[in-house]
């Protein structure tokens, strides 16, 4: 017999010009908001963030405190290879999405962490579109022309589909360029990963165990220099939120 054990939930964050949706330029943030920044490292902090690698070229070394895990089509180079000197700051490289999420799992479960973050660019909100339930979206009022960017976040949140949880207007002071809104989407429908765990390794201490091995397998493979293949195929289920809301 087996039971469903959930997996890690997926949340976005990310900041865009409004109205233009720009969130890049030339691999860069196209403006400095530190209470944004701010922000962004308690959102994240202690978790796994996973980010393309263009994004990861752009702010030029893992973010400390965090998880950080790269996705790119080809091999790490000496300089980019996985780092796990310290349980607080770690970088892995990763093939692609499904390699990424099985990394994420495991190290935000052992962690004892309910949902892990992609933080960008374009083509990583692209390619979870569909797994993140929740987006923490700075919408930044900079009047700019849509072909100011490079990059763009162009969703929409249609309120039929998407709840506020929390929205702030923050003005434009000395350390912001710009005036900005925040707002925490959470969707109506989540997307629910699970992977489907023997009996017995559904019990409180059981399920550690298994963890624990899983982030062991890990932790080898990257002492051995290749990368971890994922151990498990997750399957998914949508679920409605209670409040019906
Ligand atoms: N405003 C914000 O909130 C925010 C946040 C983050 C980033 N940004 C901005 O966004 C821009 C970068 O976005 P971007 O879309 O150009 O790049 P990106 O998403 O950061 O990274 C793209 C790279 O990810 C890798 N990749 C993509 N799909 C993959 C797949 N299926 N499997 C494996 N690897 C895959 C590829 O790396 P390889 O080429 O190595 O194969 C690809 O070149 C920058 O301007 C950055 O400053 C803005």
Redesign the pocket.
């Known amino acids: 017999m087996s039971s469903p054990v959930r997996l890690p939930s997926i949340s976005f ?4 010009s409004s109205p233009a949706h ?9 403006w400095h908001l530190r209470t944004d920044l701010q922000r ?1 490292r308690k959102i994240t902090l202690g978790h796994v963030i996973l ?9 030029g070394r893992p973010l400390p405190g965090r998880m950080n895990i ?5 091999p790490a180079n000496d300089q980019e290879s996985s780092i796990w000197t310290s349980p607080d700051t770690s970088l892995f490289w ?4 499904e ?2 999420m099985y990394l994420a799992d495991i190290l935000s479960l052992a962690a004892e962490r309910k949902e892990f973050f992609v ?9 979870f579109s569909n797994l993140g339930n929740r987006v923490h979206l ?1 919408e ?1 009022f900079a009047p700019l022309p849509r072909e100011a ?3 763009h ?1 162009d969703r929409e949140f249609d309120r039929r589909k998407w709840k506020v949880l929390f929205e702030e207007d923050v003005p434009s002071g000395p350390n912001d360029e710009y005036a900005s809104r925040y707002t925490v989407y959470d969707r109506k429908t989540k997307t629910v990963r699970y992977i489907e765990l023997e009996d017995y390794f559904t019990s409180g201490s059981d399920k550690r165990r298994w963890i624990s091995d899983q982030y062991i397998k890990i932790r080898n493979s990257v002492a051995q220099g290749s990368l971890p293949e994922p151990e498990y195929q997750y399957r998914m289920f949508e679920e409605q939120d209670p409040a019906g809301n």
Do not use: C
């Not at 964050?13 to 865009?16: G, H, I, K, L």
């Not at 720009?22 to 196209?30: A, C, E, H």
């Open positions: 964050v990310v900041a865009r720009i969130i890049g330029v030339d691999n860069k943030l196209p962004f980010m393309g690698r263009s994004t990861f070229d752009s702010i790269i996705l790119s089509r080809r990763s093939r692609g999405p390699d990424a933080i960008g660019g374009e083509q990583m909100y692209q390619l700075t930044v960017g490079d990059a976040f």
